[in-house]
T-cell receptor
Framework: GNSVTQMEGPVTLSEEAFLTINCTYT??????LFWYVQYPGEGLQLLLK?????DKGSNKGFEATYRKETTSFHLEKGSVQVSDSAVYFC????????????FGKGTKLTVNP | DAGVIQSPRHEVTEMGQEVTLRCKPI?????LFWYRQTMMRGLELLIY????????DSGMPEDRFSAKMPNASFSTLKIQPSEPRDSAVYFC??????????????????FGPGTRLTVL
């Protein structure tokens, strides 16, 4: 079945450090891949997505590339800010319509000034 | 658009009481999802609906949990009787089924702010 494995946290960085959060997946077919972010006390919100191999999703300085050969979708940011402190979830969905997403367990990121 | 609306935002109740959580999805969306989030188990999908019809309720933990969607703009998740282990944050999310080729989207779900349930 479909599954997502996400690096365990928590991750603590200093401001302006480089961020990588690893995500690998197992799926049949060609799933869409997502990164969601959850700020304290809020619901999840979409950060970026990619719908086919070699697509790069980007938003707010974050990037992730859909790598089919390594079944990965690692999240990166070149210079994190305190405001990036949140929990990040990798997820995959089925192609062709809105159905359920499979989420990773989440990685908590804390950025210190 | 106001986004997905959930009520109440916080609920504190005593063991054995009935709890009803409410959700209003984004207008026009045809999928609705109920999730539960705890530190121990992470984010779990409980049930989801398509066009008001329950599609998959395999995540509902037991018969104490039930969910309904009487119309396209309202859904409830009920726990009766509640137990302390039901304490969690419950999220509702909605989405619109569109072909990726039409809008360039893939299965994005829009989450509500959640209901924090505490069962004493």
């Amino acid at each position: 079945g479909n599954s997502v494995t996400q690096m365990e946290g928590p991750v603590t960085l200093s401001e302006e450090a480089f961020l990588t959060i690893n995500c690998t997946y197992t799926a049949t077919g060609y799933p869409s891949l997502f990164w969601y972010v959850q700020y304290p006390g809020e619901g999840l919100q979409l950060l970026l997505k990619a719908t086919k191999a070699d697509d790069k999703g980007s938003n707010k300085g974050f990037e992730a590339t859909y790598r089919k050969e390594t079944t990965s979708f690692h999240l990166e940011k070149g210079s994190v800010q305190v405001s990036d402190s949140a929990v990040y979830f990798c997820a995959l969905g089925t192609q062709g319509g809105s159905e359920k997403l499979v989420f990773g367990k989440g990685t908590k990121l804390t950025v210190n000034p | 658009d106001a986004g997905v609306i959930q009520s109440p935002r916080h609920e504190v109740t005593e063991m054995g009481q009935e709890v009803t959580l409410r959700c209003k999805p984004i207008s026009g969306h045809d999928y609705l999802f109920w999730y539960r989030q705890t530190m121990m188990r992470g984010l779990e999908l409980l049930i989801y609906f398509n066009n008001n019809v329950p599609i998959d309720d395999s995540g509902m933990p037991e018969d104490r949990f039930s969910a309904k969607m009487p119309n396209a703009s309202f859904s409830t998740l009920k726990i009766q009787p509640s137990e302390p282990r039901d304490s969690a944050v419950y999220f509702c999310a909605s989405s619109l089924a569109t072909g990726q080729s039409i809008l360039g989207r893939g299965n994005e779900q829009f989450f509500g702010p959640g209901t924090r349930l505490t069962v004493l």
